[in-house]
């Protein structure tokens, strides 16, 4: 299952039914875990750990040193976990020593064509990532999110669980959970009604995070204000409480 032009570094270690394609080229302390299918043409470098049942499309560039002009050669990481899709031309990054030394992908992300994933970025779980998006260093992805083709996302931004942004969107601050957003710059649209619905979430759930959607971005309220009224929503609604709590913890600052 290793095509015989392949270049493997002896200390790489392949599981199980590892797969590697035509002159990919496999680094120094790479670790790839069972049933995992690297295509032709792929350059993953280490160190780098990547987990069970991951298909990676020829052109691949994964584990990368970080495009970061403090970066001095320093044995940072990248940590991919399971069940991960990345596409054709898809570049992800290793972290640097100043932002923990770690870029980490989670499990069932797909990861189109195109995308770069910048040092010390951290992705969750269930993602997409439509092709051309690009996130700078430091950006966190919670799960469940969706960025449409083009996105961009300045460094440092986080976005929040369930949330969508549209095509060609450009984010300078964090995008709260369950929150819509479109737009060069983004500004906030509704609630992803309809992401909501595909996870399990029921109509009434959906009618009070529409209820604290109109809250924070349609009375008026100073933030200050608005987060006085959804602590109240939060302690009847596990969802709201989790818009709450991401409303709080926000450094950068919320798109409003």
């Known amino acids: 299952m290793i095509h015989p032009t392949a270049i493997i570094d002896p200390s790489a270690k392949l599981g199980e039914n590892v797969s590697v394609g035509a002159y990919s080229i496999i680094g120094p302390d790479v670790e790839i875990g069972d049933d995992t299918w690297v295509g032709p043409h792929v350059v993953i470098r280490g160190p780098t750990r990547i987990g069970r049942g991951n298909r990676i499309y020829q052109f691949a560039s994964v584990g990368e040193d970080p495009q970061d002009k403090k970066y001095k050669g320093e044995p940072t990481l990248l940590e991919i976990g399971d069940g991960n899709l990345i596409r054709e031309y898809c570049t992800i990054n290793r972290g640097t020593v100043q932002g923990g030394g770690v870029t980490r992908i989670g ?99 959906i009618r009070e995070m529409k209820r604290a959607y109109k809250t924070l971005y349609r009375s008026g309220l100073r933030l200050e204000e608005a987060l006085e009224r959804l602590r109240e929503q939060a302690k009847t609604v596990p969802d709201v409480a989790l818009f709450t709590e991401f409303l709080e913890k926000s450094e950068r600052g919320i798109i409003r």
Request: glycine share 10%.
């Open 107 to 205: 499990s069932d992300n797909w990861i189109m064509a195109y995308c770069h994933i910048a040092h010390d970025c951290i992705i969750g779980n269930g993602t997409i990532l439509a092709n051309n998006a690009s996130l700078a260093g430091h950006v966190i992805v919670d799960d469940y999110a969706i960025l449409g083709g083009f996105t961009l996302v300045h460094q440092f931004c986080r976005i929040g669980a369930y949330s969508f942004a549209a095509f060609g969107s450009h984010i300078n601050q964090d995008v709260p959970p369950f929150v819509m957003v479109r737009g060069q710059m983004a500004t906030p649209h509704a609630i992803n009604a309809e992401g909501m619905r595909r996870h399990g979430r029921t109509p009434e759930q």
